[in-house]
């Protein structure tokens, strides 16, 4: 038998918003587990909390990172600042991982390596999030509104980097729609064109 299938429902589009800086980095997250949801000796696993029973893991866009196999030493400072991330707790939490090495677009005004989380909603408080993250700037909270979306992007461009100051050609801006629960992203230079082949269109 067919199973039926549903049409989802639609958010509405009049709802929440929060626009916040796009960092130009590498896509990282933290992962927090039970350690008894975890293998046994598992090669990928970073820290070990044996008071709280969690377990640890550094994760670049597309894999698991290890100090011995990371991505631009992401996995290296997850191990040295563990106890300080385990105040995150369990879960995924993501972020952008930035600065010397990484980009370009920064150079010399990002001066070490700083990851700043993408959840401004839990993280947005400096005290409640570890000492060693950042959190994405917010140019924006409010209802959807085209026209705060094109002002924060003006914003940027004209007056150049929140998250990097000094930094004359910010990368562009994400929008979290709140009752879609989706991410779009708008950038300063390039933004109509299509990623990869950019002289092909999309398919219909």
Same mark, same amino acid.
């Given at each position: 038998?067919?199973?039926?299938?549903?049409?989802?429902?639609?958010?509405?589009?009049?709802?929440?918003?929060?626009?916040?800086?796009?960092?130009?980095?590498?896509?990282?997250?933290?992962?927090?587990?039970?350690?008894?949801?975890?293998?046994?000796?598992?090669?990928?696993?970073?820290?070990?909390?044996?008071?709280?029973?969690?377990?640890?893991?550094?994760?670049?866009?597309?894999?698991?990172? *290890?100090?011995?196999?990371?991505?631009?030493?992401?996995?290296?400072?997850?191990?040295?600042?563990?106890?300080?991330?385990?105040?995150?707790?369990?879960? *995924?939490?993501?972020?952008?991982?930035?600065?010397?090495?990484?980009?370009?677009?920064?150079?010399?005004?990002?001066?070490?390596?700083?990851?700043?989380?993408?959840?401004?909603?839990?993280?947005?408080?400096?005290?409640?999030? /570890?000492?060693?993250?950042?959190?994405?700037?917010?140019?924006?909270?409010?209802?959807?509104?085209? *026209?705060?979306?094109?002002?924060?992007?003006?914003?940027?461009?004209?007056?150049?980097?929140?998250?990097? /100051?000094?930094? *004359?050609?910010?990368?562009?801006?994400?929008?979290?729609?709140?009752?879609?629960?989706?991410?779009?992203?708008?950038?300063?230079?390039?933004?109509?064109?299509?990623?990869?082949?950019?002289?092909?269109?999309?398919?219909?």
């Amino acid at each position: 038998m067919i199973a039926f299938k549903e049409f989802p429902k639609i958010p509405r589009l009049n709802r929440e918003i929060v626009v916040t800086e796009k960092i130009d980095g590498t896509n990282a997250a933290v992962r927090i587990e039970l350690a008894s949801d975890a293998a046994e000796h598992d090669p990928t696993e970073i820290a070990r909390d044996l008071s709280s029973g969690l377990v640890m893991f550094a994760q670049s866009r597309s894999k698991f990172v *290890t100090p011995y196999d990371d991505n631009h030493g992401f996995a290296a400072w997850v191990k040295e600042n563990a106890t300080d991330l385990f105040r995150l707790g369990l879960g *995924t939490h993501y972020g952008e991982w930035w600065g010397p090495g990484i980009n370009k677009r920064y150079g010399q005004l990002a001066k070490q390596k700083r990851f700043s989380l993408f959840n401004t909603s839990l993280w947005g408080d400096a005290a409640a999030r /570890p000492a060693c993250c950042d959190v994405v700037p917010v140019l924006y909270k409010g209802a959807f509104s085209q *026209t705060a979306i094109d002002s924060a992007l003006l914003d940027l461009a004209t007056g150049g980097s929140v998250a990097c /100051p000094g930094c *004359t050609k910010p990368e562009g801006i994400i929008v979290f729609h709140t009752a879609a629960n989706a991410l779009f992203k708008a950038t300063i230079e390039k933004d109509q064109e299509w990623k990869g082949n950019q002289a092909a269109s999309p398919k219909g």
